[in-house]
C-alpha cells in the first residue's frame, strides 16, 4: 500500500513528514507489532492503512476495529481523527462502544456498525457473545490494538486474544497492528497477539534522567520521600508542567499534603489516584489538559492515558521498583519526537538510592525487565466459553483450534480445555449433582446454553477485572460530596473519630451509612491513618538481582552517594555484604528479643510469603516467632530464641508443603479464588443498587472456597487459584527464583544490630504472629466491650 | 465449656459456638435457617453451579452437634430447606442421613417461609407452624417473647464479620446454621427495631458475648486488630 497524493499533501500542509515506521506499518503485509516511544505518532500509523483504504470508496459493514485499555483513550482518538478525516473529506463513520454508551447506541451499531468502531477488550468481548457477531464482524479488515504493552499485563490481555481468535474466524482476511510502547521482549509480544512482524520505531534520543540532588540525605527508612520536598518545589517552579510519580495512593496522599503546605506560591498542583472519586479525576484531566496546573501528582494511574503535550518534566518519588515502567514514565514528559524525555528520582530511603543507582544504569544500558508472562489464565477461558454459548452453539473440536490460536492458548492442552468445558458445562464437580440443571448441554453435537434466558446474567459479567469491595467515601450531610473509594476491609477498621487522608484532605470518620462511608471535615487534625491496603507492587526480579550485586561488589561503589558508600563499608566490616549467588541472613538480639535479618531481595510479597512461612516452621521447631516484616530487600523476623541455621528453614520442599496445605486457608489464597470464581462465572459480580438490599441473601466467596478444598480438593477452581498464587501477591514462584539465584548460604551470629538492618527495625508494617491469632485478637476485643460496657 | 450461658424468657440456655441453641432442661437442640439444597434451588433457577456440597457440609456439622448434646429433640427454626422443591430433590442417601440422625430423638420442623409445607413421610418429624411450650418457637419474631430466625444476624468483630445470636429482652434470635447462609448485620434498622438493645453473641472458637452497639452510636474502642488490615 502505498500512501495517496491526497495524504502526502495533507502530511506536507501540516508540516509533517511520515515517520519511517509509519510508512512501514502501511507497507506492511500481514500483521504488524510497532514498538514506538511516546510522541512518535504511533496511533496515527496504526490507522493509516484503514484511512487510505477507506478513501478509496465506500466500505460496506465494519472496516476496523480499535481497542484500547481505556474508556477516556476511544474518545481521544475519536477527537484526534475527526481531523484528517475532516480535512481530506473521507466519508468515514468513526464511533466508540463502551459501557458508557447510550443503549439506543449500542442497538444500532449491532445492524449498523460504523467503518470504523473504538472499543475496550470488555465491550469487545460483549459484543462477540451476541447473535450478530457474525454479521457485525464478518467484513472486518483491520484490527489495531492499542497500549498492547499495558493490556498483556493483566488477564484484560488474554481475554482480548481469545476475542481475537473469534474475531480471525468470523473474518478470515483480518490483518491485526499491534501498538506499544517500549517492552523489553517485543518477541514475546508478537507471540501474544499470535504472531506478527516487529516493526521498531527510532527509540528517539537518550532520556537526561539522574537523581534528584537535594539537601539533606535521604532517611534511613520509610517510603514519604518528604525530604526532598523543597528540592522538587524548586523543579516545579523551573518546569512547564511537571508529573509526580508516587507509588501508592497513601503515599500520594501524604507527599500532596506536605507539598500543599511548603507551597508558599500557591502553585496550582493536583492529586490524581485511583481512590479518588470519578469526578475528582475528570477535573484534574481537564485541568491538565487546558494548562491550568503546574504539577500533578499521581499514582500509577496515570501510566497510561491521553498525552498532555504540555508536560516537560517527570519526577519520580520512591523506588522505580521496574525499570521498564520507569523508561514508560519518564517517556511521558515531551511528547515531541525526537526531543530528550527529563526525568528526576528522589529515592525514599537509604535502600532506595542503591535501587535507584541501580535502575538507572539499567535506563542506560537499555536493559529492561518483566516477568514472563505465563499461560493464557483457565478461568479467563471458562468465561469466553460461556461467552460464545451465548452467541450461539459451539463445536467442542472448533472452539479448542479457535482457542489455540490464541496467542496465550498457544500450548492448551485438551485436557484443560475439556476441564473448562466440563465447569462451564455442569460445574465440574466430583460429585455430579446438577445434570437436570447444566448450563451448557451437547444437542445434535454442539454445545449451547441449556436455559437462553441465562445469556443476560452471563453478559452482565463480562470482563476480567474484579475489584476489592469498595465502599464510597462522602461528606456527612444532605447531598454530601463524593471524596472517593476505600476498600471494604479498610472502612471496617475504622471507628468514628478515626482521621484518614483523601483526595488531599483530612476526615473524620462518622459512621457507615448504607454502605457508604459518612466523614466531615477536619482541616487541622493530623490523620492517625493513611493506609489503604492496595496491592503493592514488588521490586522486578530483573532489578532486584541488579541491586543485589551492587550491594556485593565494592568496586562499583564509587557510583553510591558517599552516606551510601560508608553505610555499606561498616555492614562490610561488622558483618557481611550481600552479593550476587549468596543469600546474607545474621541473627542477633536487639531490645531482649532475637531477631533474624534474610537479605532475599525477592521483592515484598514473595518475603511476605516467606514470613508467614518461615514463621510457621520456627513456632513448630519451638522458637517462638513473634512478628515479623518485610520489604521489597529483607525479611526480618523477631523471636524468644534465636535462629542458629536457617537452612532447615528454607528448605525448598517444606516450604512447597506450607505452601500447600497452611497457605491454602490463607485469606490473599481466599482473595485470589474470589476473583478466579467471579471471572469463571461461578459467582456474579455485585451489581449497583444490588448491595443495598442487604447481605441475608448473598454469601461469602471464603464460604465456597473452604467448602471446596474440604469436598473436593481437585476442583478446576481450586488449581487456578494454586496457580495464580505462584505469581501475584503469594508470588511463590519468586521465593524459588531466589533459592536459586542464591544457593549459597552465609548467616551470621552477631551481638548487636547491623547497619544493614538498623532500617529495617524502623520500617512500619510489622504482622504479629499468634498461634490463634484472630480468634486471639477477637477475643481481647470482646473483652474490653463488655469490660467498658461494664459487663465483665 | 465454650457455650455462653444466659437466661431468656425464664429459661436457662446455652448459645453454642457453632450456632446451634441448647435447652438442657427440654435437652431440646435447636438450630435456624438450615437452607438445605440451596445450591440446587439455584441451579433449578438458572443460576450458578455452586459447589454441591452444602447439604453435607451443613449435615456434617449439625450431627457434631448432635453427637455432643445427644437432644431429646431437635428443633429445625424453619427455612431449614430452601425451597419445597429443594426438599423433594434430596437424594436418598441424605434422607437416610438424617433418619440415621433422628434415631431415638424427636424432630420438631417449624415452617418458615422458604419451606411452608409440612414434611411428609419421606422425612423423620412432624412439622408445626410454631410451638408454644415454655418458650414460644417460631421462624420469623412475632409478639415476644420468643425464640426465632429468619434474619441470619452477624456482628463485625475484630475486622471480621462472625454469625451471632441476638438476645434481647423480647426476641431471641438465632444465627443462621445453614452453610451457604449470608448474614444481616446486627445493626440493620430490621433488627435494632427487634433488638434494640443487649448482647450479642459471636460464633467464632467459643461463644463470645459482646454488648450490642448502634451503629450510629458506637462507643470508642481502645484495640484495634493491626493484623485485620493487612490483608
Known sequence: MTLPASFRDWFARQGWQPHPHQVDLLNAQGDGLLIAPTGGGKTLAGFLPSLVDLSRGPYRGMHTLYVSPLKALTADIARNLARPVADLRLNIRIEDRTGDTRPAQRARQRVDPPDILLTTPESLALMLSYEQAPAIFGGLKRVVLDELHALAESKRGDQLMLGLARLRTLAPDLTVTGLSATVEDPRSLAAFMGGARVINADPGPDPDIAMLPTARPAPWAGGGGHYA?????????????????????????????????????????????????????????????????????????????????????????????????????????????????????????????????????????????????????????????????????????????????????????????????????????????????????????????????????????????????????????????????????????????????????????????????????????????????????????????????????????????????????????????????????????????????????????????????????????????????????????????????????????????????????????????????????????????????????????????????????????????????????????????????????????????????APLLLEVGRVPIAGQGRERLAEEEAAALMAEAGLA | MTSYMFDFDGQSLQARPSGALFWPARRWLIVADLHLGKSERIARRGGALLPPYEVQATLDRLQAEIAATDPACVVSLGDGFDDDAARAALSDAVRERIWVMAQGREWLWISGNHDPAPVGAGLPGETHPEWRDLLTLRHEAGAGPDVSGHYHPCIRLAGERRRCFLIGSDHLILPAFGAYTGGLIAQDPALTRLVPDGLAVACASRAMAVPLQRSDAQPSRGRRNPAGRRF
Not at chain 1, 285 to 299: H, K, N, P, S
Request: hydrophobic share 40%; charged share 25%; net charge neutral.
Open chain 1, 229 to 757: 520536598i523543597p528540592e522538587v518545589l524548586a523543579q516545579i517552579k523551573a518546569a512547564n508542567t511537571t508529573i509526580i510519580f508516587i507509588n501508592t495512593r497513601a503515599q500520594a496522599e501524604l507527599f500532596f499534603q506536605a507539598l500543599w503546605a511548603a507551597n508558599d506560591e500557591n502553585l496550582p498542583i493536583g492529586l490524581h489516584h485511583g481512590s479518588l472519586a470519578r469526578e475528582a479525576r475528570q477535573r484534574v484531566e481537564a485541568a491538565m489538559a487546558a494548562g491550568q496546573l503546574r504539577a500533578v501528582v499521581a499514582t500509577g494511574s496515570l501510566d497510561l492515558g491521553i498525552d498532555w503535550g504540555a508536560v516537560d518534566l517527570v519526577i519520580q518519588v520512591g523506588a522505580p521498583k521496574n525499570v521498564k515502567r520507569l523508561v514508560q514514565r519518564i517517556g511521558r514528559a515531551n511528547h515531541r519526537y525526537n526531543a530528550p524525555s527529563r526525568a528526576r528520582i528522589v529515592p525514599a530511603n537509604r535502600f532506595e538510592v542503591i535501587e535507584c543507582v541501580a535502575a538507572l544504569q539499567a535506563v542506560a544500558e537499555r536493559d529492561l525487565d518483566g516477568d514472563p508472562r505465563g499461560p493464557g489464565p483457565l478461568d479467563v477461558l471458562c468465561q469466553h466459553m460461556l461467552l460464545t454459548a451465548c452467541a450461539g452453539p459451539f463445536d467442542a473440536d472448533h472452539l479448542f483450534h479457535e482457542v489455540c490460536g490464541a496467542g496465550p492458548y498457544r500450548g492448551l492442552s485438551r485436557a484443560d480445555f475439556d476441564a473448562c468445558l466440563d465447569f462451564a458445562a455442569t460445574g465440574g464437580y466430583a460429585l455430579r449433582a446438577y445434570d437436570r440443571w447444566q448450563r451448557l448441554m451437547q444437542r445434535d453435537g454442539l454445545w449451547r446454553l441449556r436455559d437462553p434466558r441465562a445469556a443476560r446474567d452471563l453478559r452482565m459479567n463480562v470482563g476480567t477485572i474484579v475489584e476489592a469491595e469498595m465502599l464510597k467515601v462522602r461528606l456527612r450531610g444532605r447531598g454530601g460530596a463524593p471524596l472517593g473509594e476505600v476498600e471494604e476491609a479498610f472502612a471496617a477498621s475504622l471507628e468514628p473519630g478515626d482521621s484518614f487522608l483523601i483526595g488531599g484532605q483530612t476526615v473524620r470518620y462518622e459512621g457507615l451509612r448504607e454502605m457508604v462511608v459518612e466523614v466531615t471535615k477536619q482541616p487541622t487534625k493530623q490523620p492517625k491513618i493513611a493506609v489503604f491496603s492496595g496491592v503493592k507492587m514488588a521490586t522486578s526480579t530483573q532489578l532486584s538481582h541488579r541491586v543485589q550485586a551492587l550491594i556485593g561488589d565494592p568496586a562499583r561503589h564509587d557510583i553510591l552517594p558517599d552516606t551510601t558508600r560508608d553505610w555499606l563499608d561498616l555492614q562490610a566490616r561488622i558483618s557481611a555484604l550481600p552479593r550476587d549467588g549468596v543469600l546474607v541472613s545474621e541473627s542477633f538480639p536487639h531490645m531482649g528479643r532475637w531477631h533474624f535479618a534474610l537479605y532475599g531481595f525477592a521483592g515484598r510479597n514473595a518475603l511476605q510469603t516467606l514470613g508467614l512461612l518461615m514463621t510457621r516452621t520456627m513456632e513448630d521447631a519451638g522458637l517462638g516467632p513473634l512478628g515479623f516484616l518485610s520489604t521489597d530487600y529483607a525479611l526480618l523476623i523477631w523471636s524468644l530464641d534465636p535462629v542458629t541455621d536457617p537452612a532447615p528453614l528454607l528448605d525448598r520442599d517444606a516450604l512447597r508443603d506450607g505452601l500447600g496445605d497452611w497457605l491454602a486457608g490463607n485469606a490473599v489464597m481466599k482473595r485470589s479464588f474470589r476473583s478466579a470464581a467471579t471471572i469463571a462465572g461461578l459467582i456474579q459480580r455485585n451489581l449497583p443498587g444490588q448491595r443495598k438490599s442487604g447481605r441475608q441473601a448473598t454469601f461469602s466467596s471464603d464460604i465456597l472456597y473452604d467448602t471446596l478444598r474440604r469436598y473436593d480438593p481437585g476442583h478446576l477452581l481450586l488449581r487456578i487459584t494454586a496457580d495464580e498464587a505462584r505469581r501475584g501477591l503469594v508470588d511463590f514462584d519468586r521465593i524459588e527464583d531466589m533459592l536459586n539465584h542464591s544457593p549459597q548460604h552465609d548467616h551470621r551470629m552477631l551481638d548487636r544490630v547491623t547497619p544493614l538492618a
